[in-house]
């Protein structure tokens, strides 16, 4: 993970994000409604929805929109059935991409994110024609901007709660774990009295790929068209940005 802070590619782009809230509510809604759907809605047994709900609530998401998901999901409001899919291609430049959705209507989906790769300089692939590219790991964000936080105490924190690595950069600690061993993490970091900024589990680039500043902004536009979607939740990519 050396080299690269994904932080800093979530945190260059929060600001185009808090433009368009009422997108990331629904898209929080949906991802409810599935880990409600899945799991059930009782969160003291649905770790899924319990990681869910916690980051819509980071996004302000209000109380009331997550009850409505939840019971839309376990039957007591009616609603629409959402399917999930994954889209994988190439960006310019030959960036590894990786589309995941939420969707009422596959049809329609797959023929906006195939003309969004299209107008952009873009293909899409087949299924796991780019997620070798990538491992699922738990991904947890503790940030010291005040260094307060004593990083060898973190440090043996975070691997005696289960975490397989963490990094330091600029007052950023970013935090690796398994999938099975993240939500474990997660609880022992919080009643160890550390305040996590971010925190999910998600895909990480093996590498990172570097191409001209006019290939990455065609991929800029890329990924600002894809969460333009409401369909689209989220997008995972392992572009090396510079910009």
């Known amino acids: 993970m050396a080299g690269h802070s994904k932080w800093h590619n ?26 409600a759907k899945e799991g059930g809605g ?4 649905n770790a899924s929805l319990r990681l869910v709900i916690d980051k819509a609530k980071a996004d302000n998401m209000p109380n009331d929109n997550i009850e409505r998901a939840i019971k839309k999901a376990t039957g007591t409001l009616d609603g629409a059935s959402y399917e999930e899919l994954t889209y994988e291609g190439y960006g310019p430049g030959g960036v590894a991409v990786i589309v995941n959705v939420l969707t009422d209507n596959k049809n329609r989906t797959a023929a906006e994110v195939r003309h ?9 692939g087949e299924n796991g024609s780019v997620s070798f590219m990538f491992d699922r790991k738990g991904y947890i964000v503790i940030t010291n901007e005040e260094g307060s936080i004593d990083e060898e105490e973190l440090t043996f924190a975070a691997l005696e709660a289960g975490a397989d690595d963490i990094t330091a950069e600029d007052g950023v600690f970013e935090i690796f774990t398994t999938p ?12 160890d009295s550390y305040t996590i900024e971010q925190s999910e589990v998600t895909l990480i680039p093996q590498n990172y790929n570097s191409v001209t500043e006019e290939e990455e902004e065609k991929m800029q536009q890329l990924i600002d068209t894809l969460e333009d979607n409401e369909d689209v939740q989220d997008i995972h990519h392992n572009l090396e940005s510079t910009m």
């Open 116 to 124: 969004a790769f299209k107008k952009h300089d873009g293909n899409l």
């Open 10 to 35: 979530i945190q260059k782009r929060k600001g185009a994000q808090d433009a368009k809230r009422g997108k990331i509510f629904m898209r929080h809604a949906k991802a409810i409604y599935m880990a």
């Open 180 to 191: 099975e061993t993240f939500t474990e993490v997660v609880e022992q970091l919080k009643e």
């Open 42 to 45: 009782d969160t003291s047994t």
